[in-house]
């Protein structure tokens, strides 16, 4: 494991280390611990220096991630969201909006990053978010459903339509005519903010919209979902690793039938499952951030492969830490009943399996078609 970050490593123990089971129980993560940690510039690490970042490369942040994964994954998300939103301004914004936003993020102000409505999940082209031009303001008119980290942001990158283009804005959830609806009893990631966002003729100076009006949807969404993939990918590596260390202490210590579990066949088949589950998924994140380093034109490929990898094996990981934890880890809050639940979400954002295995297939058989007529 990379010894990058260690610094910030220890912040996050000592914030979350012993409380995270408690945040999932209460279903919030203290204000003061998201601040803290955000201007320790722990929750966008890969910003560079010149905004105040950590600048690090995205093996190291991705490893920092997994680190955090493992503690609690509602603070991951909400590390995930508050990147994806730096990253978004990074890409999108000009050179004063960079300049004006992204050391904010690492000053302690939270971010969330807004695509989805209620009749907009998977296809992001039927989003009705309505933004109009008049004189030097924007009015925003419309409703995001399921924002990760919403309900501790200060701004939201909201992403809308401008007749056949679209457009993405940084809204201050303070700004009149914003509404933040906390989600109550998320299946997973309780503690992580979801929340529904009501825009009604909010009204903002243009200079709220990132580089101009007349981008495509799905560039935007690419440019956004980019980071927020690698982010879940390296987070689900955090949630197998989690289940390791609770089950191989659990296997090793726990006696059954005169022995430890460790030595009943059946129950190290679980471990090793579990264990294959989370070398896979390192190895497709690895994988992954070493294009995103090297500036790999498979960046995107390699990306949605990662989080539909990571995101399938922590599920089917958890389900096996699950099963040799037993009633020892039936209970809410322990950290495997946790990843139990947290990893079934991980299959549904950010592009679902079914949306990432469209894609994947799309590649499968472009690539396949550019070989055969290389070899014509
Ligand atoms: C915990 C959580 C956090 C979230 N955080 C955010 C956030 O921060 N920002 C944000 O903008 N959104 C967020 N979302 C919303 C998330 O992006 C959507 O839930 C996701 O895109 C799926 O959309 P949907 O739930 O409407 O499901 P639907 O699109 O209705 O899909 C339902 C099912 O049908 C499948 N399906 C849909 N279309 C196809 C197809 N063409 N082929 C095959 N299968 C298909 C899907 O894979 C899924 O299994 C979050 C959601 C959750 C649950």
Known sequence: MSDELTVERAAVRRLAGKDAAAWDLAGVIPRQILRELGAAGVL??????????????????????AYVGSVCSSLRSVLTSHGMAAWTIQRLGTREQRAALLPELVGGRLAAVAFSESDAGSDLSAIRTELRFVDDTVIIDGSKSWITAAAYADLVIVFGKVGDNAAAVVVPTDAPGVEVEKIAHPLGCRAAGHAHVRLADVRLPIAN????????????ATTALAYGRMSV????????????????????????????????????????????????????????????????????IATVLAKHVSATQAMHGAA?????MASAGASDGHVVARAYRDAKLMEIIEGSSEICQLELAKHAIATAEATRRAAQ
């Open 209 to 220: 919209v990132l580089g101009g009006t007349g981008l495509s949807l799905s560039l935007l």
């Open 233 to 300: 990918g390296w987070g689900c590596v955090g949630i197998l690793r989690g289940c390791l260390a609770a089950v191989t202490d659990h296997a090793r210590t726990r006696v059954q039938f005169g022995k430890p579990l460790a030595e009943h066949q059946l129950v190290s088949r679980l471990v090793a499952e579990l264990y294959i589950a989370e070398q896979i998924a390192t190895r497709a994140c690895q994988h992954a951030s070493q294009c995103w380093e090297s500036g790999s034109p498979e960046v995107v």
């Open 44 to 65: 966008c690490a890969e910003l560079p220096k010149e905004y105040g970042g950590l600048g690090a490369g995205s093996l190291a942040s991705g490893e920092f991630t």
């Open 320 to 324: 096996s830490a699950m099963q040799v």
